[in-house]
């Protein structure tokens, strides 16, 4: 007889097949906006001045985000039915419903949310970006590939640009490249603290610094659209890890409470409790967390003060959430009643 996976193990597996799913959706978001570009418009538009119309013409609209959220909701209602799947053989029969009225809720309200921030920040970003550099000078085409990217005549698709960063990464481009062009040793030192350059160049740039001489152009706008699909490839793996834990938990918390309505399980009888990775890269405030047990509606409290219904909870902090690998483990005392 196979050994049943321990609830660890149920939660790793859901987080490993359902995160990738989720990070993929969003970057083929990314890729499906660089298509669509006009560029010849978002390049008059810049020219004409026109910033507020060269935003628009670039077409960051919830409608592209869509993939993404199936993917949520095809991970929440699988984290559901797994959920189900390892609950006691006393509710055996209880099936999980994604349709359930909270359920829809949660999935059309965090999808909505999600989507807003993710769309309100991408714009706030190319913005910033589009007003800078048109004050800098900078030409038309430049600016544009700047935000979209370049097209590659081999692949017939866009690299580099900010789309899909956040506001905070696209400024993060913003002062590598001016770092790369300066000629500057003390930027150029501080160019190669950057986590997510790429470490094959960092010998151009020691040499630069070593004879002081400056960076070919060719160069450096390489190197910068290196840097970009790092931090592209960042966000998208923030995005994939972070939905799914929320996806995953939300959905265990869900099934429980379906299990109570049904009158399956006494509320008293479900606790809690709060397990962490167990690694050097577990927030302090979460390895402090570990052991920690609550009822089926109460939340944990982290030492940050912040509370959470469950790791990963899209209603806490980001800096308590973000790429989150903690699990909640799920206690049922049938007995709870009968002492």
């Not at 049943?4 to 490993?16: A, I, W």
């Not at 570009?37 to 026109?50: F, H, K, M, S, T």
């Amino acid at each position: 007889m196979p050994r049943q996976p321990t609830p660890r193990e149920v939660f790793e597996d859901l987080l490993n097949r359902l995160d990738p799913a989720i990070r993929e959706a969003f970057e083929s978001a990314i890729r499906d906006i660089q298509r669509a570009v006009d560029y010849q418009r978002l390049v008059a538009e810049i020219a004409a001045g026109n910033i507020e119309a060269a935003l628009n013409s670039i077409g960051i609209d919830a409608a592209a985000f869509e993939p993404m959220l199936d993917a949520i909701r095809d991970a929440y209602t699988e984290s559901g039915r797994a959920t189900v799947e390892g609950l006691p053989r006393q509710v055996a029969t209880f099936r999980f419903s994604a349709r359930n009225y909270r359920a829809e809720q949660w999935l059309r309200d965090h999808g909505a949310d999600l989507v807003r921030q993710i769309t309100a920040d991408q714009r706030l970003a190319i913005r910033e970006v589009l007003e800078a550099q048109t004050r800098a000078g900078s030409a038309p085409r430049s600016i544009a590939t700047s935000v979209v990217g370049r097209m590659n005549p081999a692949t017939g698709a866009r690299e580099g640009g900010i789309l899909g960063l956040t506001r905070d990464q696209a400024g993060y481009v913003t002062t590598a490249r001016d770092e790369l062009s300066s000629g500057d040793v003390a930027r150029l030192r501080n160019y190669l603290q950057r986590a997510r350059r790429d470490k094959r160049f960092d010998r151009t740039v020691q040499r630069a610094i070593a004879d002081g001489t400056p960076i070919p152009a060719d160069t450096a706008r390489k190197m910068v659209v290196a840097y970009e699909r790092r931090l592209l490839e960042l966000r998208g793996q923030t995005i994939g890890r972070t939905e799914a834990m929320a996806a995953i938990h939300e959905a265990q918390w869900e099934a429980l409470r379906q299990a109570v309505d049904a009158g399956l399980i006494a509320e008293n009888q479900i606790k809690r409790v709060w397990r962490s990775a167990g690694d050097f890269r577990v927030r302090d405030t979460h390895r402090a967390m570990n052991g920690d047990s609550v009822g089926l509606r109460e939340s944990f409290v982290s030492p940050s003060g912040a509370l959470l219904r469950f790791p990963g909870d899209p209603q806490a902090p980001i800096s308590e959430r973000a790429n989150c690998r903690c699990w909640a483990e799920t206690r049922i005392d049938f007995f709870a009643n009968v002492r």
